[in-house]
């Protein structure tokens, strides 16, 4: 068990729950918090006893994603930064996805950016309350979408569908997210514990090396471009981070302002 720091590990009845546990920050993702999240993967990828996984953010929302403040201060060296950050996201990704147990994700508040939405669609199944909101948001900042999500979010929501949502950065509300496939289903907020931990149980109590195989089957199909996709990902995110755009984008939403970008 892992009971303190920016990632959580809670053992019971064959289910390893994983808790993102910086709410200060709306859970958001620094190299910090994305060490520990790999080292928690992958302690529960070396456990027999586990037979699936909860994936949960602690405080009142998932994630927000990248953690906005912290970028900002980086300054100049921040496309320097962001390339061991876009590294650790994509080993914490990849984690899931090549977990050979089932991940069920709970969903609450917002997932948003690349590491909310790149964990979204690395899960097998998601879950998320009646009022839980879901966004992109990587082009609002100025920087690209990653966390796999070029190559997963369209697979699974469809083409135009995706571009829509990474283009735009609308908000996706839990009733259009379980509509378009963006997760499993929805359900009233009061009883999205009760409806993850039921489904955990459900697959913790399966046949471990047929679900394993099913698992490892489906996510075949969307091997080639998941993983070809991640390099891109992380070159573009480094890049564009260097431009005076991005760290407009970043100051504009710590300011709690509409960011105005001049393509620089």
Same mark, same amino acid.
């Given at each position: 068990?892992?009971?303190?720091?920016?990632?959580?590990?809670?053992?019971?009845?064959?289910?390893?729950?994983?808790?993102?546990?910086?709410?200060?920050?709306?859970?958001?993702?620094?190299?910090?918090?994305?060490?520990?999240?790999?080292?928690?993967?992958?302690?529960?990828?070396?456990?027999?006893?586990?037979?699936?996984?909860?994936?949960?953010?602690?405080?009142?929302?998932?994630?927000?994603?990248?953690?906005?403040?912290?970028?900002?201060?980086?300054?100049?060296?921040?496309?320097?930064?962001?390339?061991?950050?876009?590294?650790?996201?994509? /080993?914490?990704?990849? $984690?899931?996805?090549?977990?050979?147990?089932?991940?069920? %994700? =709970? !969903?609450?508040?917002?997932?948003? *950016? @690349?590491?909310?939405?790149?964990?979204?669609?690395?899960?097998? /199944?998601?879950?998320? $309350?009646?009022?839980?909101?879901?966004?992109?948001?990587? %082009? =609002? !900042?100025?920087?690209?979408?990653? *966390? @796999?999500?070029?190559?997963?979010?369209?697979?699974?929501?469809?083409?135009?569908?995706?571009?829509?949502?990474?283009?735009?950065?609308?908000?996706?509300?839990?009733?259009?997210?379980?509509?378009? *496939?963006?997760?499993?289903?929805?359900?009233?907020?009061?009883?999205?514990?009760?409806?993850?931990?039921?489904?955990?149980?459900?697959?913790?109590?399966?046949?471990?090396?047929?679900?394993?195989?099913?698992?490892?089957?489906?996510?075949?199909?969307?091997?080639?471009?998941?993983?070809?996709?991640?390099?891109?990902?992380?070159?573009?995110?480094?890049?564009?981070?260097?431009?005076?755009?991005?760290?407009?984008?970043?100051?504009?939403?710590?300011?709690?302002?509409?960011?105005?970008?001049?393509?620089?």
């Amino acid at each position: 068990m892992v009971g303190e720091g920016p990632v959580l590990l809670i053992y019971g009845e064959g289910i390893a729950h994983i808790q993102l546990n910086r709410p200060e920050t709306g859970n958001g993702f620094d190299v910090d918090l994305m060490r520990q999240f790999q080292e928690v993967v992958m302690q529960v990828h070396g456990d027999a006893r586990v037979r699936s996984v909860i994936l949960s953010g602690n405080g009142k929302i998932f994630t927000g994603g990248g953690n906005v403040k912290d970028f900002a201060s980086k300054g100049a060296e921040l496309p320097h930064y962001l390339r061991m950050a876009t590294a650790y996201l994509q /080993i914490c990704v990849s $984690g899931l996805v090549n977990l050979e147990v089932p991940v069920v %994700t =709970r !969903v609450h508040g917002f997932a948003a *950016g @690349g590491a909310g939405l790149g964990l979204v669609c690395a899960s097998d /199944i998601v879950i998320c $309350g009646a009022s839980a909101r879901f966004m992109a948001g990587a %082009t =609002r !900042v100025g920087m690209a979408p990653d *966390g @796999g999500a070029t190559a997963t979010l369209s697979k699974i929501v469809g083409f135009r569908r995706a571009m829509d949502l990474v283009l735009t950065n609308r908000i996706v509300d839990a009733e259009e997210a379980e509509r378009i *496939g963006l997760v499993t289903r929805a359900v009233p907020d009061d009883q999205l514990d009760e409806a993850v931990l039921t489904v955990a149980r459900q697959l913790a109590a399966g046949a471990p090396r047929a679900q394993s195989s099913a698992k490892r089957m489906m996510w075949n199909g969307l091997a080639r471009g998941f993983e070809s996709a991640l390099p891109d990902e992380a070159r573009e995110v480094a890049a564009l981070s260097g431009t005076a755009d991005s760290m407009e984008g970043l100051q504009a939403v710590i300011e709690k302002r509409p960011p105005v970008f001049k393509g620089h």
